[in-house]
């Protein structure tokens, strides 16, 4: 095998790459990349055997078509550190793997590419059709809900239901849900009413991947695996076993709930100075809707109390409600500053829920009052 390609297209796989390949394994031939060229492409492929990713590299020249196995930490540093604009011929003779650039030449170990796991292609026939945006937002708002240390091993990923013209995420780890979505257009039959579990880990690996707003998302599920396509990136990972948790009954029907308009980055400061006193052991902050303001206070035997009044546009009868800050702020971090947030409540045992208007919902639930 011998390629000639440019730096910059070849680290940007190999950083993408790095993601997926694990740094000890019991299987070494997993700490290296696959380099597969054809006449007609050259990709270089990762996998830990529970997400693998197929890069497509641009501006390649195939001199000869092959296959190698290369060690991703030490090429990804020779790649890194030299010159900008730097082509390098990549060659195999059998034995070893020759990497060599105008002013320096590295022979690396080559190990024999059967031995390599095969990395899924993205499957003819059926699949989901997104829009960019609307995937970078799905996982921004969802992942960070889940947990991954979790005993109920289906909350450390993101449920993906699937509908012929809808897309729902949902992120919980027992204590708070996040919930987006958006439109989704089936392609060949799309895949059909599929809610497969995704592992946190993968989602933020299709975010990192993501190309430009105006670059289409393709997802298709295929038995325990779900494939993620996006430019001339393809991301594969197994699905997370387990019950999901019945996430609908999260999100109650309150008519006659209170509802408070408020703008997401002006209570985001609000409630991270309220929670600068807060401890682990006393880390609520009391959420108090008066008539005209918001006023959030915190305290702690260690550090001492906070006041903070936030002004809103309420009239109505005054409810208290204690919720965790963290659980707060990580929803309003992942907002644009101007977004604009409906709180509804009903009392002080009651979950508190988080609308905006793009199809994001969220919701907490509180924490028993001192």
């Known amino acids: ?167 729902i995420a949902v992120g919980t780890d027992g204590r708070r849900l996040a919930r987006m979505q958006g439109p989704a257009e089936n392609r060949e039959g799309g895949i059909g009413e599929a809610q497969p579990i995704v592992p946190a880990r993968a989602m933020q690996l299709v975010e990192r991947c993501l190309g430009g707003a105006d670059q289409p998302v393709h997802l298709a599920v295929r038995g325990n695996e779900i494939l993620v396509k996006t430019g001339g990136t393809t991301i594969s990972a197994r699905l997370v076993d387990g019950r999901f948790p019945r996430w609908r009954d999260v999100f109650p029907d309150r008519p006659d709930a209170m509802r408070v308009q408020l703008v997401a980055g002006p209570l985001l400061a609000a409630v991270r100075q309220a929670a600068i006193v807060t401890s682990e052991q006393s880390k609520g902050v009391d959420f108090s809707f008066e008539p005209g303001q918001l006023v959030l206070t915190g305290r702690s035997a260690e550090s001492g109390e906070s006041r903070v009044e936030l002004p809103i546009d309420h009239s109505g009868a005054t409810v208290r409600i204690k919720l965790d800050p963290r659980f707060m702020s990580d929803f309003l971090r992942v907002l644009d500053p101007g977004a604009a947030v409906t709180v509804e409540l009903t009392d002080a045992q009651s979950a508190c829920v988080c609308t905006t208007e793009d199809g994001y919902g969220y919701v907490i639930m509180p924490l028993a009052a001192d």
Request: a negative charge; glycine letters at 6%.
């Open 1 to 167: 095998m011998k390629i000639r390609c440019p730096k910059e297209s070849l680290l940007a796989a190999l950083q993408s790459a790095s993601a997926v390949v694990p740094s000890r394994s019991p299987k070494p031939v997993l700490t290296n990349v696959k380099v597969e060229a054809t006449r007609d492409a050259v990709v270089v492929m990762a996998t830990d055997l529970e997400v693998g990713i197929r890069i497509e590299l641009e501006g390649v020249e195939t001199v000869a078509p092959g296959a190698v196995l290369l060690p991703s930490g030490r090429l990804t540093a020779i790649v890194r550190e030299s010159p900008a604009g730097t082509v390098f011929d990549i060659h195999c003779d059998g034995t070893a793997a020759l990497v060599k650039a105008p002013r320096s030449e590295f022979r690396l170990p080559a190990e024999d590419p059967l031995e390599f796991p095969a990395v899924a292609t993205f499957p003819a026939g059926g699949c989901v059709e997104l829009a960019t945006p609307l995937v970078r937002e799905l996982v921004r708002r969802t992942v960070f809900a889940t947990d991954s240390e979790s005993s109920r091993y289906a909350l450390g990923g993101v449920l993906i239901e699937m509908t012929p013209a809808a897309v």
